[in-house]
């Protein structure tokens, strides 16, 4: 599975970025994908996922400001970040489990939100 990560930038505090995540390869065998974030000094943390099924989760830091979603014929997950603030600032990374338990990255994408 390879998973290619876009839509990062910079943006000014109280606004909206999407970023989206296509896959490509065995993507049939995928379950769950979820996007993570890591800050300079910081340990890499998840901020949302959704299961094969549609079912979503959200770290409390993100909850009710930042969306997650899948359009499986696109082969595609976005994630719609809202209310953006300084402490948001981070590289996402898209993330795939799959059915054999194997772990997948993207290469990232760099999101910074201006004071």
């Known amino acids: 599975v390879q998973l290619v990560e876009s839509g990062g930038g910079l943006v000014q505090a109280g606004g909206s970025l999407r970023l989206s995540c296509a896959a490509s390869?065995?993507?049939?065998?995928?379950?769950?994908i979820g996007w993570y974030r890591q800050a300079p000094g910081k340990e890499r943390e998840l901020v949302a996922r959704?299961?094969?099924?549609?079912?979503?989760n959200y770290a409390d830091s993100v909850k009710d400001r930042f969306i997650i979603s899948r359009d499986n014929a696109k082969n595609t997950v976005y994630l719609q970040m809202n209310s953006l603030k300084p402490e948001d600032t981070a590289v996402y990374y898209c993330?795939?489990?799959?059915?054999?338990?194997?772990?997948?990255w993207g290469q990232g994408t760099q999101v910074t939100v201006s004071s």
């Open positions: 390869g065995s993507i049939s065998n995928t379950k769950n």
């Open positions: 959704i299961t094969s099924g549609g079912a979503t």
């Open positions: 993330n795939a489990d799959d059915i054999f338990k194997a772990h997948y």
